[in-house]
């Protein structure tokens, strides 16, 4: 017997939170970013004065974050029938736009190149590689039900594929984006009935391969050696971007200062709105104030897996696995930056921080993830739908051999 549920209103709810939280702190922690941007020949620069505008951030991500609401609306609506017959064809065009970037990409100041400069307007394929991604493995596991253990037909594909949207990805030196779309595949993959061996044979192959990025990409070997030298005194970019998060957060204390009262974010702390808003955020709040934000990327952990578990269907099941993967894993790295826990990568704080690609992407995702729990079943309700791999969902059980 099947039942309707209507969709997780717990984590839409969090999601909201987090993009109002968001909005907030971009307008306080933008100030001197939109200074800079708005004034950049002025001296003494004054929110006062008529060529200087202080909010400059704070309406950039307005505009964008009303395109993320209509995408948001427009996503949650559409059929996952819809998703899973454009997989392939979103996946390949995705694939075309990566190696587009590596020829015509923009850097904007920054060692990754990401974006793509389009009718004026920058836009970050990397950021959708993530969904193209998910798509495509959830709808190719649930056509390869009965090789998904086999080496041949199952391991080797699977990191063909993967192979076809990372490659890129490195070549524009995101390395940041690699860590997160890595964990999101083997996440799908272990779903799916993957055997142990070959996981594991997946992840001596990734070690071996972070190995020699480190030694042999000054870049990401600067990142390493600033993340081990966090605590001494240092002048290097990498090492003092940790060092100065650390400081942020550490100042906060347990109030913190106030709203729009923090320093760091003025002089020391760079790309404050973005990557290290975290830090920001908290040298203005305090730790008890932003333990919430950290608490509700562990409610969008515990809604996102609990929908993957009550799905209708196997590829329902394996997006669901794969956004959420993608929200939280994204979401504690970039906390695990900002708190010197993990070596700088250049990746966003989901629904939070300044940008315009990865709030789009991250809204499309939630809206897909949302539009997945409105149709579960009622079976699927069990308690002990976790505790064998192999009984999810009746259709998983032939992907696996007796």
Not at 90 to 116: D, P, R
Not at 166 to 194: C, E, K, Q, R, T
Request: charged content about 15%.
């Amino acid at each position: 017997m099947k039942q309707s549920f209507k969709f997780d209103t717990i984590l839409a709810l969090t999601v909201l939170f987090l993009l109002i939280f968001g909005l907030i702190m971009i307008t306080s922690i933008g100030v001197p970013k939109s200074i800079e941007l708005s004034a950049p020949g002025v001296q003494y620069p004054n929110c006062s004065d008529a060529n200087v505008d202080c909010y400059l951030l704070f309406k950039k991500h307005l505009v964008r974050l009303g395109i993320g609401i209509v995408m948001f609306f427009l996503a949650w609506k559409i059929p996952m029938k819809f998703w899973k017959k454009i997989a392939p064809a979103f996946f390949v065009l995705i694939v075309i736009m990566l190696i587009m970037v590596i020829t015509l990409g923009k850097s904007f100041g920054t060692i990754a190149t990401n974006w793509l400069l389009i009718f004026n307007t920058s836009f970050q394929p990397s950021e959708f590689a993530r969904l193209a991604l998910i798509l495509y493995l959830s709808y190719w596991f649930t056509k390869r039900r009965d090789s998904v253990e086999s080496f041949h037909d199952g391991f080797l594909p699977f990191c063909f594929i993967c192979g076809m949207i990372l490659l890129p990805v490195v070549l524009g030196n995101d390395y940041g984006s690699i860590a997160v779309m890595s964990l999101i595949a083997v996440s799908i993959y272990f779903i799916a009935g993957a055997k142990l061996k070959h996981l594991g044979l997946g992840f001596l192959g990734a070690l071996i391969a972070a190995i020699v990025v480190v030694s042999f990409v000054p870049h990401v070997r600067e990142r390493f050696q600033g993340f081990m030298s966090v605590d001494k005194d240092c002048i290097e970019d990498y090492c003092w971007q940790s060092q100065q998060a650390n400081i942020a957060v550490g100042s906060g204390g347990l109030l913190g200062k106030g709203l729009t009262q923090g320093v760091q974010k003025s002089y020391w702390l760079p790309q404050a709105s973005d990557d290290f808003i975290f830090a920001a955020s908290s040298e203005e709040l305090g730790f008890i104030r932003i333990i919430f934000v950290v608490l509700a990327y562990l409610v969008i952990a515990l809604r996102g897996y609990q929908i993957a578990n009550k799905a209708n269907g196997s590829f329902e099941m394996f997006v669901a696995v794969g956004i959420t993967t993608w929200i939280t894993v994204q979401a504690f790295v970039n906390i695990a930056v900002n708190t010197a826990l993990f070596p700088v990568t250049g990746i966003t704080l989901p629904f939070v921080s300044y940008g315009g690609s990865s709030l789009i992407a991250d809204l499309v995702a939630i809206a897909i993830l949302l539009n997945i729990s409105e149709n579960t079943t009622y079976y699927a309700s069990s308690p002990n739908r976790w505790g064998d791999r192999r009984s999810r969902h009746p259709e998983l059980r032939r992907y696996r051999r007796a």
